[in-house]
């Protein structure tokens, strides 16, 4: 396979278990190969020195703020860039599918969904909504800017969307303490966000405007948020794990159904409510 017009930017925080399956996806059929770095301590920078990808590296400050500060820095000299995170891999067939679609691409079309081959503790989740795990990285560089949403994360783009037929495959190879760890840290961002009611701008002023899984943003911005404390995590839990049939996942399911739409929104409510007792105090003594 010849080099492909394409600017792939992969972003790293000690990432030396993962980044390797990553480089590797991409490099040697992609015309640029950038890694992002937030200052790690491990060998992720040895690695990526070691695979001769420039690096370069810009504090942490959210998701969102690092691609936009990486499409605004560095010397991109593609029109299509491809976010490709450390804990993913683009698939033989998906590299293809890109080589021979970036060869003819109608004017309009500024992005590409590409469908995630979802995999936890070595099984493969297929039930659960994960096996239609859409997410929009493969876009145009002037097109595109990236929103925060606290503890995530959407793609906009100024122009139509498509979708990919081929898939990558999303597969963290860190253990249960780094999943947990990761997990009560963004909870914090998560907490923040709703205590001070921030929302994601669905920019309905400009039809042209995609925005990455709309629909599933809105339920999540004007259904979820706006549940109990407490309710959400038992919601959440309940349709992915028994109206999704996650339950078919088996016991690495379970696990990670459990964790990640149980006990990590009950988490973020756990601290929300802890923000509004602190603000409340506060404000008592003040009178």
Known sequence: MGLVPLSVIILTYNEEVNLPG???????????????????TDNTLKIVEDYGIPVYQNSWTDWATQRNWAMDNLPIRNEWVLFL???????????????????NVPHEVSGFYINRRFIFMGRWLKYGGYSSNWVLRLVKRDKT?????????????????????????????????FFTHKHNRISDMAA?????????????????????????????ENILANLPLFVRPFVIFFYKYFLKLGILDGKEGFVYYFLHDFWYPFLIDAKLLEMRYKSSRTKQSKI
């Open 145 to 177: 800017r990236v929103l925060p949403a606290g503890d995530s994360e959407y793609f906009q783009v100024d122009g139509k969307v498509l979708r990919l037929k081929n898939y990558m495959i999303h597969e963290d190879k860190k253990d249960l303490h």
């Open 192 to 220: 923040r966000r709703l205590f001070y009611k921030e929302r994601v701008n669905f920019d309905n002023n400009n039809k042209r405007k995609d925005l990455e899984g709309k629909y599933r943003v809105w339920v999540k």
């Open 85 to 103: 995170d450390a804990d993913e891999r683009i698939s033989s067939e998906l590299a293809e599918e890109i080589k021979e679609t970036l060869k």
């Open 22 to 40: 990553a480089l590797e996806s991409v490099v040697g059929w992609a015309e640029q190969v950038f890694v992002v770095d937030s200052f790690s």
